[in-house]
């Protein structure tokens, strides 16, 4: 099992940014990649973020690519997701995942709690 704890979301002005952090516990050496979604009220949940660190890529939704950026601590087990010019359409409940499912970085097996991010319009 793996246990994932989100935190670093809040209300924040459009143009703002947030860091997010994903805290991961248990058996954090069966993943070896980490990815980070969201679901806006009245809508799917949906990609936006992911890092396998073990092949050194990352993948980015093409709604938050050149503006969120998504990051490991190693030493922490915890990794980021830096959210830079934000927008009202960047709200949502914002969830991390862990250890992937057949090797895609859109499926998960482990999933956070989730933290909102509002951005009022």
């Known amino acids: 099992q793996v246990q994932l704890v989100e935190s670093g979301g809040g209300l924040v002005q459009a143009g703002g940014s947030l860091r997010l952090s994903c805290a991961a516990s248990g058996r954090t050496f069966t993943t070896y990649a980490m990815g980070w979604f969201r679901q806006a009220p009245g809508k799917a949940r949906e990609f936006v973020a992911a890092?396998?660190?073990?092949?050194?890529?990352?993948y980015y939704a093409g709604a938050v690519k050149g503006r969120f950026t998504i990051s490991r601590d190693n030493a922490k087990n915890t990794v980021y997701l830096q959210m830079n010019s934000l927008k009202p359409g960047d709200t949502a409940v914002y969830y991390c995942?862990?250890?992937?499912?057949?090797?895609?970085?859109?499926?998960?097996?482990?999933w956070g709690q989730g933290t909102q991010v509002t951005v009022p319009s």
């Open positions: 890092l396998n660190w073990s092949a050194g890529i990352t």
């Open positions: 995942a862990a250890d992937p499912k057949d090797g895609s970085y859109l499926r998960y097996n482990y």
